[in-house]
């Protein structure tokens, strides 16, 4: 079924205890609708990127099945740029530079062929660009889902707690669910933002794999799909994007939005995160096979015994 | 099938941010002993205590079917106590009091009714007197586990790298995992962990679960159980030794030993644990429905979406 996906497409430049880039292509929407598209088709990409963002970047994600009409191009403006260093354990970073450019003013323009999307990822972005968008579709998706990251909550708090409750799921680190919801319990923060709006909550805990909560009055449901433990993590960078374009690319294809798909979901999220963090950027995600993303899944299904994939 | 079990027999007294204890019993091999007996009998039981320790504590644990013949009572000493402080995240402690008394020469003689067990638990102890117990038995068990510490590490290196050659299984957690093995990948860590002699090797992950690991030049086997998100963690003293109950418990329930079996043995060591701290000590153990335990381990087998409990 139809995704939409907005988000940033942009430069990073990484350094990690393993090497360095200069800048190459990053942002949410780049991670997410190249992932999400081994997954379902079309995707439909809301973006903005300056004159400088590689015409055969652009290529690529199209010839993945990503229809860029909604990709503005603005030609005498520069991309969105981050440049971030991971620390030697690669669980935190530091900001060394952000350059907000084309981001600084983004109006996500909905092209009307997008108009029919059933499904809509808000990749990472300030929540009122986000929250625009879900105010600019003429008729509501069946499934919306929202990254979000520490960033807004100092920042944008109000905007925030707006837009999540107009999302059906929110995915956010375990340090941000803490911040968010003042609780250091996982099983509290998820139902403290419950409350605030999304029917289910997903609490992404990096090497230590995902939760995902649906929290009734009656009955709390509980999913949890691990990490695939690694030898090496050589750039965390996009692992959190993947995961969401695994969930909603899976969601997507499946058309039935319930806790058991949503289950698998989670996994398929995880199997795409732990491609992205064997290369730099979007190297490794460029050009899987449908056989390698099978043997991943396999071997998270070898990792806690389950029959389901 | 039989079990040894030895460890420490004592007293704890515990702080966290809910409450404080008193002098409450607890030691290694009470967790392990007590929480076995849901499993298998007999258990046999190894350690030493003084003469503060009481009687009535003894008889519980026998009406659990542990044999006490190998405890011994030196009626005219002290009891092992130790007390500690957990600090808010419930994750780190620190020690306040540690007192030996008679842990200090603790010859862990094993009656002549033990010496056909079949499985043998090594409960963390200095790993000169683990290694003592393992020559003392006349027949090598079928399954060696040995738990330990980063204590040992610290002040016994040499001793600990003797006696983990002779174990099948050993249990740490990620931190001591990463001390012993001097690599920050618990992939890398397990690796070298399994050099020093162990087939097997349990990495425990506190809130974030547990991991385990063969090795093989070949084929790498790793299978991942979750901890139960919890809304209270009341007191984690003793979880790792729980941990290791349910999983020794049911290895020598079933009376196999190989990947598979393993695997579902460490979900009953979570289940086990996640019992444990729900209260004090050994409070919520004493007293456990064969209904409880089957209840806690569905909610894990819906946790990960499997069905083989």
Redesign the interface.
Known sequence: MSLLVVGSVAFDAIETPFGSTDKIIGGAATFISLCASYFTKPINLVAVVGGDFPKDKIKMLESHGVNTEGLQIKEDEKSFFWKGKYN??MNSRDTLITELNVLENFDPIIPESYQDCEYLMLGNLAPQVQRTVIERLKKRPKLIVMDTMNFWMDVALEELMKTLKLVDVVSINDEEARQLSGE?????AARKIHAMGPKYVIIK?GE??A?LFQMNEEDD????A?AL?????FDPTGAGDTFAAGFIGYMAQQGTIDFATM??AVIKGSAMASFCVEKFGTERLENLSSKEIAQRERKFA???????V
Do not use: A, R
């Not at 449901?221 to 949890?224: A, P, Q």
């Open positions: 030697n354990d250091y319990s996982l099983v509290k805990k230590h794999g939760l449901k509980i999913y949890y691990p433990p690694l030898e090496e993590v289950s698998k070898d990792l806690i015994g389950t029959v389901f």
